[in-house]
């Protein structure tokens, strides 16, 4: 029986890497002060910035980051697995990249992801928004060892994007992370029951650490970072949109035994399918692979 500690941390990013940095550390500091040995943290950590040019000026390079060297060496000083949920990462052909980074205990780079779905929505009050008018998607799903866990990588928008999820599954994620920035609207509606389906159908751990407040460019966002158990249960929240640590024990048998009571990604089936809804419609096909 594989136990491990994950804590899930909870932000109110600003315009200021350096100012986000010092907030996060502290707060990492706590989460491995309660004994946690991996610690995620939310979308865009390093700062939350609606303007291109403020973009322009502030974010870098991945050597030069200050919140990837800043979580880097918080992993090797606290012996921990450190998520960085995202941050804004200039690459080299001068687009930006949504990326994830986990560090190892000894400061090691583990893996990387950059978030795949972009979030361009038209939402209800006139609230609307185009990441890929700034972000660069990426293409490539990511799943990594965690000691003998295995961890599987989202952030925000691509949690309504079900067949990522079933992917990394298939791939023997049995923990999913979502780190995200949800708006306060989107959150209300839909961020709790999202979260809990992910975990159900797949029959693994949600771990989403989340941004949460009004911030200094000007939105809000949902807060409510959540840890939800195979069968999904929420077994901790920050039930509010203030900074916090919440803190609970992954226990990856429940993830064997709830595939094992319900084992739909061994019983699905490839599928074809047609529509008659007039016009020519594209060919469906659904994969149990």
Known sequence: MTILK???IQMRSGKDPRRNSAD?????????????TYIQTPEMTGALLRDKEARASVFTSEDQDVI???????ASELGVFLHIGSTAILR?????????????????????????????????????WRESSAYEPGTQAVVTSLG??????????????????????????DILTVPAAFTRQTGEAHWHVLLRARAIENGAFVIAAAQGGLHEDGRETYGHSLIVDPWGRIVAEADHDEPAVIVA?????QSTAARRKIPNLKNARDFSATSDIGGEAPPMRGAAS
Not at 249 to 253: A, F, K, N, R, V
Request: proline letters at 2%; hydrophobic letters at 45%.
């Open 6 to 8: 994950a804590a899930a």
């Open 68 to 74: 990837v060297t800043t979580a880097r060496q918080l």
């Open 24 to 36: 996060m550390a502290g707060m990492v500091r706590e989460a491995a002060a309660k004994g946690a």
């Open 148 to 173: 003998e866990a295995r961890l599987g990588f989202a952030v925000c928008y691509d949690l309504r994007f079900p067949q990522l999820f079933r992917a990394e599954a298939l791939s023997g994620a």
């Open 249 to 253: 024990e992954i226990d990856l048998s």
């Open 92 to 128: 080299a052909d001068g687009k930006l990249a949504n990326r994830a980074f986990l560090f190892g205990p000894d400061g090691s780079t583990l893996a990387t992801y950059d978030k795949i779905h972009m979030f361009d929505v038209d939402l209800d009050n006139g609230e609307s």
